[in-house]
């Protein structure tokens, strides 16, 4: 059975959706779900001009096909080498396809909020954890994202013990969910004098970035408090009470933003970095209830997992979801999408499957 039959139900489904979402929007603005469904109408409309896209790419292509079997001589030549483009570009929309319509994720669509933490190894699992900022950083720039920093604990050497930040872009986190687990690196540490390799790693989270309207703090629930920044060097550290915490008193989680000069930004920061982890244990639980606790190792997020090698002496970082290796100098310069290919085939293989 082709895609097109297979996925004919939910594009319909998706079409009078989008239709009730336009009815809804036409009223104004005034009422509470407003953005919410704003925010949804667009995500439909852009799957559905993906679908409409790799539709019109089908007729074209069955065309040019028919041209090239039937067509005059002179045509035919034509008519292959046309059939050939809209092939490749039919292949193309067919991906994006699938990775719109077979993942039913709502949140694929929003920012990204990545944590990194040093682990096992001191100094070393710390300055690992600044080599993955840098990744992101340039992974980032590559795809024309920006970074914001929401909270970073340095060490004299260079190094995180912790660091967060919010990346802004279009579908950053349906990207950059892949990068959540354990990350583990093979090397001669700077501090080594024996030439030594060590083993030492660092965890990844990746959470979807959340609104205010998505899910709501309430102010009884919340502990609010400011100090001193802390942390090496700097004019402002320990000068003034800018750095705040915030803690869930419900669940005991705690965050602490000090990375803005102002004591309101980096109120905003921590609330929306504590609003991010409390929706995630939120969309776990409703992920783990949908799926009957199963996790699939591609995407799940499981912190606990080891996910994949930075090797140094052998230049080459390995996946081990795919089983495959890359370039480390590449990935250090940023370029991941070799990987999150390769995942997110993956991923496409897997849900085919499900159908």
């Known amino acids: 059975m082709e895609l097109a039959q297979v996925l004919q139900a939910r594009v319909e489904a ?3 959706r989008r239709a009730e979402l336009e009815s809804r929007l036409a009223e ?5 779900d407003y953005a919410r469904w704003s925010r949804e109408y667009g995500r439909l409309g852009k799957q559905l001009e993906v679908w409409e896209r790799y539709e019109r790419l089908g007729r074209e292509l069955e065309e040019a096909r028919g041209l090239a079997r039937e067509g005059e001589a002179g045509m035919r030549e034509l008519a292959e080498e046309e059939a050939a483009r809209l092939e490749a570009e039919h292949a193309a ?3 994006e396809v699938l990775d719109l319509f077979l993942d039913t994720d709502e949140d694929l669509g929003r920012e990204a909020i990545v944590e990194i933490r040093a682990g096992t190894g001191g100094e070393e ?3 690992f954890a600044a080599d993955l900022y840098r990744i992101y950083e340039r992974f980032a720039a590559v795809r024309g994202w920006s970074l914001e920093l929401l909270d970073a604990q340095a060490t004299e050497l260079g ?5 967060s930040f919010q990346v802004a872009g279009e579908e950053s986190f349906r990207f950059l969910r892949f990068e959540s687990g354990t990350h583990r690196v093979q090397r001669v540490p700077a501090t080594e004098t024996q030439g030594r390799i060590h083993t030492s790693a660092a965890t990844v989270a990746v959470l979807p970035a959340v609104e205010e309207v998505d899910f709501e703090l309430r102010p009884e629930d919340l502990e609010i408090s400011a100090m ?4 090496p060097g700097g004019q402002h550290v320990n000068k003034t009470s800018s750095a705040v915490r915030v803690v869930h008193l419900p669940t005991g989680l705690s965050v602490k933003c000090q990375e803005e000069k102002s004591q309101l930004r980096n109120k905003e920061k921590a609330l929306a970095l504590l609003r991010s982890r409390l929706y995630e244990q939120e969309r776990r639980r409703r992920e783990e209830e949908r799926k009957g606790l199963r996790r699939s190792q591609v995407g799940s997020g499981d912190r606990s997992g080891r996910i994949r090698t930075y090797n140094w002496p052998q230049n080459r970082v390995t996946d081990h979801r795919v089983g495959q290796s890359f370039s480390l100098e590449q990935v250090l310069e940023g370029r991941l999408d070799p990987i ?3 995942l997110l085939e993956q991923e496409r293989a897997r849900r085919l499957a499900e159908l």
């Open 228 to 231: 001193r920044s802390s942390g």
């Open 28 to 32: 104004g603005g005034g009422r509470p």
């Open 340 to 342: 999150l290919e390769a």
């Open 93 to 95: 929309a067919e991906k």
């Open 125 to 127: 699992a710390a300055l």
């Open 14 to 16: 998706l079409r009078a």
């Open 159 to 163: 190094g995180f013990k912790e660091i």
